[in-house]
């Protein structure tokens, strides 16, 4: 084989190397599925849901939370205020609480966080994939991947790795999500967290202590 030839044989084929390795890191890369932050609603996304609950349905105070994964205060009153609040009133009997996702357009990742947390439901685990997402935030809130951190964060709750990609790549919360986002608005909220409580907006962080104070002051006038 004459030597032009071989060597445009030899660019063709580092050209076609070069080319299938930039297919397989766009691949890889675009692994990490993203929601719009707008999406069509559908009866079926809202049917018999009304956030994720914990605590006795016949507890004197409902608390809804509406907050954002990704939002830094969001995390502070989950990991720090959270315990409190579930150790001392709901698993007393004392509140129903309720989360509603109010992802943040300024947020990359809020949304997909959510869905984790929904995919988790699927399999029992919501309130542990929930603690979870918050303890790693700072490993995906600014990352390029996060779907990555969701998936190690997945198995460290004991998720089934192939039915959580599966519900992942569906997409099929994302209508819930939205709808819940909607829902907030209705009702006045803003930022993140806010708190429902006794039918009043509290937008912020609430301590366990001023959240306790206006659980006592409800459970008095509601005996």
């Given at each position: 084989?004459a030597?032009?030839?071989?060597?445009?044989?030899a660019?063709f084929a580092?050209?076609?190397a070069?080319?299938?390795g930039?297919?397989?890191w766009?691949?890889n890369?675009s692994?990490?599925p993203?929601i719009p932050?707008?999406?069509?609603?559908?009866?079926?996304d809202?049917a018999?849901f009304?956030?994720?609950?914990l605590g006795?349905?016949s507890?004197a105070?409902?608390?809804?939370?509406?907050?954002?994964?990704q939002c830094?205060?969001c995390?502070?009153?989950?990991?720090v205020?959270?315990p409190?609040?579930?150790?001392?009133?709901v698993?007393t009997?004392r509140v129903r609480?309720?989360?509603?996702d109010f992802p943040?357009t300024?947020?990359?990742w809020?949304?997909?966080a959510a869905?984790?947390?929904?995919?988790?439901?699927?399999q029992?685990?919501y309130?542990?994939?929930?603690?979870?997402?918050?303890?790693?935030?700072?490993?995906?809130a600014?990352?390029?991947?996060?779907?990555k951190?969701?998936?190690?964060?997945a198995?460290?709750v004991?998720?089934?790795?192939?039915?959580y990609?599966?519900?992942?790549?569906?997409?099929?919360y994302a209508g819930?999500?939205?709808?819940s986002a909607?829902e907030g608005?209705?009702v006045g909220?803003?930022?993140?967290?806010?708190?429902?409580?006794?039918g009043r907006?509290y937008p912020g962080l609430l301590?366990?202590?001023?959240?306790r104070k206006l659980?006592d002051s409800l459970?008095?006038a509601?005996?």
């Open positions: 084989m030597e032009p030839v071989r060597r445009f044989y660019i580092i050209v076609a070069v080319g299938i930039l297919l397989l766009q691949m890369r692994s990490t993203s932050a707008q999406v069509a609603v559908q009866p079926a809202t018999g009304r956030g994720y609950v006795d349905d507890a105070v409902e608390i809804v939370e509406y907050a954002d994964y830094p205060a995390q502070q009153f989950a990991t205020e959270w409190y609040v579930r150790d001392r009133l698993k009997g609480w309720v989360y509603r943040l300024q947020h990359q809020a949304r997909l869905h984790a947390a929904a995919c988790a439901q699927d029992n685990r309130w542990e994939m929930q603690e979870q997402l918050f303890a790693s935030h700072s490993e995906w600014m990352s390029r991947d996060a779907g951190v969701f998936r190690e964060d198995q460290k004991g998720l089934d790795p192939g039915a990609e599966e519900c992942m790549k569906s997409l099929k819930r999500i939205q709808a909607a608005v209705r909220v803003g930022s993140t967290p806010s708190f429902v409580i006794g907006l301590p366990y202590d001023r959240i659980v459970s008095a509601n005996p």
